[in-house]
């Protein structure tokens, strides 16, 4: 996992230092951590100035550094230590990717969407790693610099490169998606994250959208096909590929059969029957977004078929967890947007056989002036058969608000809130029993997982 010295030499005004030992160097951008044969490349942001670390890069296995010409040249480096003088370290390791994309000529898919986009691209990979020689995002590294990070980390002989591209404003899509120049891009729904950024749904859509401005000609953009505002494009410059429950998706979803352990569901192309280890609907969908990739990719449905089963996912996503008193704990604490609190608390209502049904649900962030009324939206789907609605914080309290606004009590779940974690762990652990799934879900911030790993055994 290591980039070509050129390619790093290629980047610098001006190099200092001895250079003729290096041969290939794995990038380094916390100083923290250590790494054999590193190429320091020193970020700043507003609160800190990587510059400042080199010392502690040297002791962690830095064996040279990119810097940034308008910073003063360190004093006390090692004899011959090498520097790569650079305008701007930040552009330069966006460059230095490009460069190694083009030098290991692999094929490219990249994920975008308000969710699922790790599940998603977790999925790929377990498929394509069947057939391919692949590298995936690791975690969640899915911005300007995860992006960038992710190619610099592949191996040079990675036939398949599975990029999650993540955004939070317009424009950011357009530049991750102009340096990957992805053969297949995926957007898997258009939710409300970020809505305080871009304005509306549409402008969701939208911005999902860019992740086509640097799609190679004769890709693909393969979509959810149940989201109207994504059918809507037309283009002759790609192909778009549908996926879905709707009758008119290229990939129609069929006959899904749902157990306690995950799913199987069937499309409308073959009688072949799929499995994933995972719960939630919108895995199901996930899975066949993943599924038209490797067709796309010319993968056989066999491989497509075990790669499924055999999925390993990213941790903290609907992740099924041993409760006190043998009862069943839905971890899906990473984080939460309206539409994701939804898509799970209708799994949570499909799963089978459990007489009490808790939704433990926590503040969202990032909602901007609606969070308050994108709170309570989410009461609609708090019904029956949920036996119980524990809210934790003060955000979280208006999701179960327009519960208890309602005259009518009966027949609806019964509710509490919390101010925090440590008030609701004694309510929540008196809940639960072999006849209970608990579900967590909440905005990263909060870590609910604490919760979790309190309850469980
Ligand atoms: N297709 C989908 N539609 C709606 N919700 C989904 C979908 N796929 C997954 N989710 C929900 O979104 C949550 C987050 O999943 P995941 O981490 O894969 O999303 P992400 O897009 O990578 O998130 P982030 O923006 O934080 O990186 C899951 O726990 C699940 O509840
Ligand atoms: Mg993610």
């Known amino acids: 996992m290591s980039i070509g010295v050129e390619i790093i030499r290629g980047q610098a005004i001006q190099i200092l230092g001895d250079t003729s030992r290096l041969n290939k160097l794995n990038i380094m951008t916390d100083s923290r951590k250590t790494v054999a044969d590193g190429l320091f490349v020193p970020l700043s942001g507003h609160h800190f100035n990587g510059h400042r670390f080199l010392s502690q890069a040297i002791e962690n296995g830095a064996v040279a550094s990119l810097w940034m010409e308008r910073e003063p040249l360190p004093d006390h480096l090692p004899e011959g230590f090498p520097l790569f003088l650079v305008a701007d370290t930040l552009k330069a390791l966006q460059s230095m990717a490009k460069a190694w994309l083009i030098h290991c000529r692999c094929k490219v898919a990249a994920v975008t969407g308000s969710n699922g986009k790790t599940t998603t691209k977790d999925m790929i990979y377990s498929i394509l790693s069947r057939r391919f020689k692949a590298y995936k995002t690791q975690g969640n590294l899915n911005n300007h610099i995860g992006v960038p990070l992710t190619i610099l980390a592949m191996p040079e002989d990675t036939e398949v490169l599975v990029l999650e591209m993540g955004m939070n404003h317009f424009g950011e899509l357009t530049f991750l998606s102009q340096l990957a120049k992805p053969d297949i891009a995926v957007i898997t729904n258009v939710g409300e994250s970020h ?263």
């Open 195 to 457: 809505i305080e950024f871009l304005g509306s749904r549409a402008g969701i859509a939208r911005a999902k959208l860019e992740i086509t401005a640097g799609l190679k000609k004769r890709g693909a953009l393969i979509i959810d096909g149940d989201e109207p505002l994504l059918t809507q494009i037309h283009t002759h410059a790609f192909q778009i590929i549908t996926c879905g429950y709707e009758d008119h998706n290229d990939w129609k979803i069929t006959g899904i059969k749902e157990g306690t352990e995950g799913y199987g569901f069937s499309l409308n192309h073959g009688i072949k029957e799929y499995r994933i280890p995972v719960l939630g609907k919108q895995n199901v969908k996930n899975a066949v977004l993943s599924l038209a990739v490797a067709k796309r990719l010319h993968v056989s449905s066999e491989t497509i078929k075990e790669g499924l089963e055999h999925l390993s996912l990213t941790k903290m996503r609907f992740e099924r967890v041993r409760g006190l008193h043998g009862s069943l704990l839905i971890n899906d604490c990473y984080n939460a947007s309206p539409s994701s609190m939804e898509a799970s608390l209708e799994t949570l209502k499909e799963l089978p056989g459990f007489k009490r049904r808790v939704a433990v649900l926590g503040d969202m962030y990032e909602l901007g002036s609606n969070e308050e009324k994108l709170h309570r939206g989410i009461a609609r789907v708090l019904t029956a058969p949920l036996t119980h609605v524990v809210t934790i914080g003060d955000k979280g309290a208006w999701i179960a608000a327009p519960l208890l606004e309602k005259k009518e009590a009966a027949g609806r779940p019964e509710v509490h809130s919390f101010h925090d974690k440590t008030e609701a762990r004694q309510f929540l652990a008196g809940l639960l029993d072999d006849q209970t799934v608990m579900l967590f879900k909440a905005s990263r911030l909060m870590q609910l997982e604490t919760l979790v790993s309190e309850l469980s055994i």
